[in-house]
């Protein structure tokens, strides 16, 4: 059984990475990215299990991908290879305190190609974690696709884990995005969120109070991730969330940092064997101290999926050592 079985888009993330001295023109660095294909690699990167479900264009960069997560464990036996859409391509350009701004080709790409015939039903009946994101929800077929992953991994037993991961640029309208991203949730057990979605998702901009919305809809257990802070949790069993300090990094890129600490934490879930229903808030607290420390290293590299620290690396920055 595979601990997290992640669903969506797996892309190029093309980051900039200097000047060329010879022309002056900016550099681009292709990276493998996509925040579900990057929490499968933080999955596996940890000595856990993962595969992933979704689609690649029939061309070098979709081969690339391929190859990439295959090379880092990843099941991929639920990926497609589309003949007809290129992949999807996002170019990230950083500020000098490693922060990203995004421009992309997808129109279509082919991870929103991805069609409920596609999807593997013993892969997703073979699930501890079912992961999504919002991306692959902007457009059919994919979004269908998702809702049907949704339902069997759901029938098989599988927790339902969502990071909404905004990318404004992927939607028609902010209204829109906000109907179809809030339109998951009561499918959900287990979700992430940036204290930048918090009020997208609940029209709270606090996060303690939008996790305590998103708990009163049902969701078992809610990370809203603080950045540099490290990230507030409330587990249904608790009225009062918590708040775990990150660790002290330095930032080079982070691209892909989110996803390092939602990988980690999930990996602890799995690893628990307990439903989100059954998590007290301390452990929820542990899970969360863990991702930020797998965070707080991932940040130090480029790119997603690379930079994705090894367990040595997390236990050791865990017991200071790092």
Known sequence: ????????????????????????????????????????????????????????????????????????????????????????????????????TFSFARKPGADTRLSVEDLPHALLADSRILHFGSLSLTDEPAHSATLAAIRLAKEAGAIIAYDPNDRPLLWDSRDRAREVMRSVLPQVDVMKLSDEETALMTDAADPAEAAARLVAQGISCVVVTLGADGALVRVASDPEPIRVPGFKAHTVDTTGAGDSFWGGFLFCLAQSGKRPSELTAAEAAEFARFGNAVASLNVAGRGAIPAMPTMEAVRARLAGEA
């Open 1 to 100: 059984m595979f601990d997290v079985t992640a669903l969506g888009e797996t892309l190029i993330d093309f980051t900039e990475s200097g000047i060329s001295a010879e022309t002056g023109m900016a550099l681009f660095a292709r990276n493998p990215g996509g925040a579900p294909a990057n929490v499968a690699a933080a999955v596996t990167r940890l000595g856990g299990s993962a595969a992933f479900i979704g689609r690649v264009g029939d061309d070098m960069h979709g081969r690339f991908l391929i190859d990439t997560l295959r090379g880092i464990g990843i099941d991929t036996s639920g990926m497609q290879i589309d003949p007809n859409t290129f992949t999807t391509l996002a170019f990230v350009s950083l500020s000098e305190s490693g922060e990203r």
